[in-house]
């Protein structure tokens, strides 16, 4: 690796983390020199990449300054990125930020790439923001919606993998099928904090970042956030109020539009079969009973660990290297 850019992984040892390694390697993202950090306890851990093997550092002693990275993911909790990010970016390291610390800033794009990858401008020294799982899954099937007849109001279900979670979730999960832990058999109607308008964080997260991603401030949307016994791959049920009538018809020839989305016509995809794709599905597509010619249901599936974490945030990185000619340090 002599040509290419200094990369940082903060995080590295999570579940994103790894999805974080699998992605650049499979995409042959071009790093020249890849730093692997998490927290002290990890300190020393190997972690291999590319065939070969990297030692992971503490974040709170790794010096930005010094080491000058151009690009770091990170994917470490909101508490990290809060710390961490603005220091890297004060040394002029380019932050792709996996929580949610940033998301709602003014000054922070909000990204995915197929959708609104016009917003990013890049220069040395920012932060942008990957948005919540469901809602980047999501936006792929809104947005040509929306460009197509309007969106007065969205009202969606998630079932949402334990991978979303974290590995200690994850292994729990696989543990023998723990009969303690309350996801073993069991669904659970809350992720992240309650709201004080009964709605969870993250059923917000939905509504705010759909409407920063869509460029839809005034977006009517409502949410059922569910964790599900599931490894990994989030599913969703979404019921759109049009605008203007769309048929089903329709309505297939504008997502078949869409990057990054497949549109199955004929039966329905699970998160098993999704899980490892990098393609969001769509399937289910159907004229809403309760709405009528302006409502469509559909059933929405994706790999919450590709797209949904890692690999949106890598490609946000490869649109930010095709939009600059990006001079290496
Ligand atoms: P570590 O493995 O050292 O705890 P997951 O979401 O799968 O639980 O992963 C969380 C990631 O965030 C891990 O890489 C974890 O590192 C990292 N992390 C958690 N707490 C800290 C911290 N205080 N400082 C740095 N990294 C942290």
Redesign the pocket.
């Known amino acids: 690796m002599t040509s290419g850019l200094k990369v940082a992984i903060?995080?590295?040892?999570?579940?994103?983390?790894n999805a974080f390694l699998r992605v650049l390697e499979q995409r042959r993202f071009p790093i020249r020199q890849l730093f692997l950090l998490?927290?002290d306890?990890?300190h020393g851990q190997s972690l291999s990449f590319a065939e070969h093997e990297y030692s992971v550092t503490s974040?709170?002693s790794f010096d930005w300054d010094e080491h000058k990275i151009d690009i770091a993911f990170f994917?470490?909790?909101n508490d990290?990125s809060r710390r961490y990010a603005p220091i890297a970016r004060e040394a002029g390291c380019i932050v792709i930020d996996n929580s949610s610390a940033f998301r709602y800033d003014a000054d922070i794009p909000l990204i995915v790439p197929e959708v609104n990858g016009d917003d990013l401008s890049p220069k040395k020294g920012m932060i942008i923001a990957n948005p919540n799982c469901s809602t980047l899954q999501m936006s792929l099937v809104l947005a040509p919606i929306y460009r197509a007849a309007g969106i007065k109001r969205v009202i969606v279900a998630t079932y949402q993998a334990v991978s979303g979670a974290?590995?200690?979730l994850l292994d729990t999960l696989r543990e023998s099928h723990s009969s303690l832990s309350s996801i073993h058999a069991n669904v659970i109607p809350q992720i992240d904090v309650l709201e004080d308008n009964g709605y969870s964080r993250e059923e917000m997260k939905m509504l705010w970042e759909s409407r920063k991603i869509l460029r839809i401030p005034d977006l009517l949307l409502s949410a059922t956030a569910v964790r599900v016994p599931v490894e990994n791959g989030h599913s969703q049920a979404v019921v759109i109020e049009t605008s203007i009538p769309l048929s089903e018809s329709e309505a297939y020839q504008c997502l078949e539009s869409q990057r990054g989305l497949t549109v199955l016509k004929e039966g329905w995809v699970t998160p098993k079969e999704v899980s490892g794709q990098d393609n969001v599905v769509v399937s289910r597509v159907r004229q809403d009973l309760a709405f009528g010619e302006t409502g469509l249901s559909c059933w929405i599936v994706g790999d919450n660990l590709l797209k949904g974490a890692a690999l949106n945030a890598v490609q946000i990185a490869e649109r930010l290297l095709d939009a600059v000619n990006f001079s290496f340090r």
């Not at 903060?10 to 983390?17: D, E, L, N, S, W």
């Open positions: 903060v995080g590295a040892t999570g579940v994103v983390g998490a927290s306890r990890s974040v709170a994917s470490a909790g990290i974290g590995q200690g």
